[in-house]
């Protein structure tokens, strides 16, 4: 059982922060590391006490149980009856656990045990991106765009696995398959990437001859993609599978694709309505009239124009717009009214007109809401 109340071991007060608490150990730790006080087994007594006293202090829920039952009773509790002792603690067990108290000093705590690799790891492909534009009504009627590219594949000679037939890996004998050799300066220990195998911690030593031990070579893809309709501008495709490969044996990437929407001479898309302007003479306004209409897929539409029609009435043609694509509904075909007025007139035409204002008089009623303008006199 250790002796030393924990706060005692760390120098500290019993309502020391946690920064203050870390800070303490990393002090001691300092102090007594192992590569600091090489077989120095009061050291190495000291440094593990330190390292439990921390344990302990440093986590909410033990520190609020050892300040209520005390020293004593925690460490009978918590070890069985036995006491704490230790011999219990590994030294590389601290390292694992409180090596970044260390940061990089002594190569993170010390070399830590290396894990060997058996073989290459799965790991998965890239994603890759391609864009594409469309026009407007590509995007209200959908479309379909080839699509032509690079990408890595499978190699199906070795079945991705970078070996020929019959081989197999060999773990780096230089790194013994952890990938990294360790250097010791003193008390100071730095580790690099091992030479011989450029980190894997394995080599191959018969690769496969198409894809030269990489398990996955270039290919050129060539494949039709269906845009659907109601698409967005500035809206993403993911095409599953379709990045690259992944590498022995990983899943592959995906591909998106960027859609852009070129903007139309006639129609435009508001929401999930598609919206025209239709030009009319003062008299198809004034008498009424109807007008036929060509939409985006090139259906006839025949627009019926009350009489008294003003200039910016939206006509509808419900259904007719663009489809939504989360919830399968159509928007509507929206027709703005716009008046057509001649730049010129031939001397009779504008005799015409002009008995017509003197008809119809020249003062606007303000039934409205609207301003009243008054009649001059006729420009030109």
């Known amino acids: 059982m250790s002796k030393n109340d924990f706060y005692?071991?760390?120098?500290?007060?019993?309502?020391?922060s946690k920064d203050e608490i870390k800070?303490?150990?990393?002090?001691l730790a300092l102090?007594?590391?192992?590569?600091?006080?090489?077989?120095?087994?009061?050291?190495?007594?000291?440094?593990?006490?330190?390292?439990?006293?921390?344990?302990?202090?440093?986590?909410?829920?033990?520190?609020?149980?050892?300040?209520?039952?005390?020293?004593?009773?925690?460490e009978q509790q918590t070890s069985g009856g036995g006491g704490?002792?230790?011999?219990?603690?590994?030294?590389?067990?601290?390292?694992?656990?409180?090596?970044?108290?260390?940061?990089?000093?002594?190569?993170?705590?010390?070399?830590?045990?290396?894990?060997?690799?058996?073989?290459?790891?799965?790991?998965?492909?890239?994603?890759?991106?391609?864009?594409?534009?469309?026009?407007?009504?590509?995007?209200?009627?959908?479309?379909?765009k080839e699509f032509q590219y690079y990408h890595f594949v499978g190699c199906s000679t070795c079945n991705s696995k970078g070996l020929q037939t019959g081989t197999s890996v060999n773990s780096?004998?230089?790194?013994?398959?952890?990938?990294?050799?360790?250097?010791?300066?003193?008390?100071?220990?730095?580790?690099?990437?091992?030479?011989?195998?450029?980190?894997?911690g394995y080599t191959i030593p018969s690769p496969c001859s198409a894809c030269?031990?990489?398990?996955?070579?270039?290919?050129?893809?060539?494949?039709?993609?269906?845009?659907?309709?109601?698409?967005?501008?500035?809206?993403?495709l993911r095409i599953i599978g379709k990045g690259d490969a992944g590498v022995y044996g990983g899943s592959a990437g995906n591909l998106f694709i960027k859609i852009t929407v070129q903007p139309d001479k006639h129609f435009k898309r508001v929401r999930d309505d598609l919206v025209c302007n239709v030009m009319l003479t003062y008299p198809q306004l004034?008498?009424?009239?109807?007008?036929?209409?060509?939409?985006?897929?090139?259906?006839?539409?025949?627009?019926k124009i009350p009489q008294g029609c003003p200039v910016g009435e939206?006509?509808?043609?419900?259904?007719?717009?663009?489809?939504?694509?989360?919830?399968?509904?159509?928007?509507?075909?929206?027709?703005?009214t716009k008046c057509d007025i001649p730049k010129k007139l031939d001397v009779s035409t504008k005799a015409t007109l002009s008995r017509y204002s003197e008809q119809l008089g020249t003062t606007v009623n303000d039934k409205d809401g609207g301003i009243v303008g008054f009649f001059k006199k006729f420009l030109g």
């Open 8 to 16: 005692d071991v760390l120098g500290i007060s019993r309502s020391a």
């Open 212 to 236: 030269k031990g990489q398990s996955r070579v270039q290919k050129l893809d060539k494949f039709s993609v269906t845009i659907p309709a109601g698409v967005i501008d500035s809206s993403e």
């Open 84 to 144: 704490w002792s230790s011999t219990d603690m590994n030294m590389d067990d601290i390292f694992e656990q409180f090596g970044d108290i260390f940061g990089g000093m002594f190569g993170g705590g010390r070399q830590r045990r290396s894990t060997r690799k058996a073989g290459p790891v799965p790991a998965r492909g890239h994603d890759l991106a391609k864009e594409v534009t469309i026009s407007l009504k590509d995007s209200y009627l959908g479309t379909k």
């Open 286 to 303: 004034v008498f009424g009239s109807q007008v036929e209409i060509m939409s985006l897929d090139d259906e006839k539409h025949t627009i």
């Open 314 to 336: 939206h006509i509808i043609v419900r259904g007719k717009g663009f489809k939504n694509l989360r919830t399968n509904v159509y928007g509507n075909l929206v027709v703005i």
């Open 172 to 200: 780096c004998p230089q790194c013994q398959g952890s990938g990294q050799i360790t250097y010791r300066q003193g008390f100071f220990a730095y580790a690099q990437t091992c030479n011989a195998c450029g980190g894997a």
């Open 31 to 74: 102090k007594y590391h192992p590569d600091r006080n090489p077989g120095n087994k009061e050291a190495e007594e000291k440094f593990k006490e330190a390292a439990h006293a921390y344990e302990v202090l440093s986590d909410d829920t033990k520190r609020s149980r050892y300040d209520q039952i005390g020293h004593t009773g925690y």
């Open 23 to 27: 800070k303490a150990y990393k002090k």
